[in-house]
């Protein structure tokens, strides 16, 4: 296996303190942008990771769906896998690994849920089958075949046509909705020749305590 012994050389672009926004959230929409510009598939996948309810870590990727002043936002089922260790265990790590420009985010937060109104507006906004899946899909579960849940999702869809075919409302069900990673540390990773990587990372004590800014050893 050839690919394990490769070196691919990530180039001398710097990321210079100098050249960081003082807000990380800010600097994270610029390296966002980027990423959508260049042709990254996908730029807001993200790989979340979660800790059981037994203290096992798991990863998972999962898609963003928002950034603000709050932090970063994501939509699950709140009975999964990872809503399960969010509920024991309320924090979680976020990479967004854009390969395509040798750079990654790892994010460090602790995690709430999204109010119901804000989950309900998303979830009207998505399409209609996404809508269907949510609603049957018992997430993480066993099931006894593919078959099954495309049975689900066939009788759901005629359960929610009227009389004339056309489509009446899907509702949010109680158990999916969004959440929030308020973070507390946000680290910006670029490589370099050599493996001399530039890593800087903001840190913050609380949401009313500046962001300093740290380089850390690659």
């Known amino acids: 296996m050839d690919s394990l012994t490769a070196h691919n050389d990530y180039g001398d672009l710097p990321l210079d303190e100098s050249a960081l926004d003082p807000d990380p959230l800010r600097q994270f929409a610029t390296w966002l942008s980027e990423a959508e510009a260049a042709g990254v598939d996908e730029p ?125 409302p899907a509702e949010r069900p109680a158990n999916w909705g969004g959440y929030v990673v308020s973070p507390r540390r946000i680290e910006f990773w670029k490589g370099r020749t050599s493996r001399l990587h530039d890593r800087l990372v903001y840190t913050r004590d609380s949401p009313d305590t500046p962001w300093e800014v740290t380089r850390l050893q690659p």
């Open 44 to 168: 807001n996948a993200m790989v979340v990771g979660t800790v059981d309810p037994d203290g096992a870590p798991n990863s998972r990727t999962v898609l963003l769906r928002g950034v603000d002043a709050r932090g970063f936002a994501f939509y699950s089922n709140y009975d999964s896998q990872k809503g399960r260790g969010l509920a024991s265990t309320p924090a979680a790590s976020l990479l967004f690994p854009w390969y395509l420009l040798h750079r990654q985010v790892i994010v460090q937060g602790r995690v709430s849920r999204l109010g119901a109104a804000e989950s309900d507006a998303y979830f009207a906004s998505r399409p209609r089958g996404s809508q269907l899946a949510a609603i049957v899909s018992q997430q993480s579960q066993p099931i006894a075949s593919r078959a099954e849940l495309e049975q689900r999702v066939a009788d759901l869809s005629r359960l929610l046509s009227g009389p004339d075919g056309e489509e009446l």
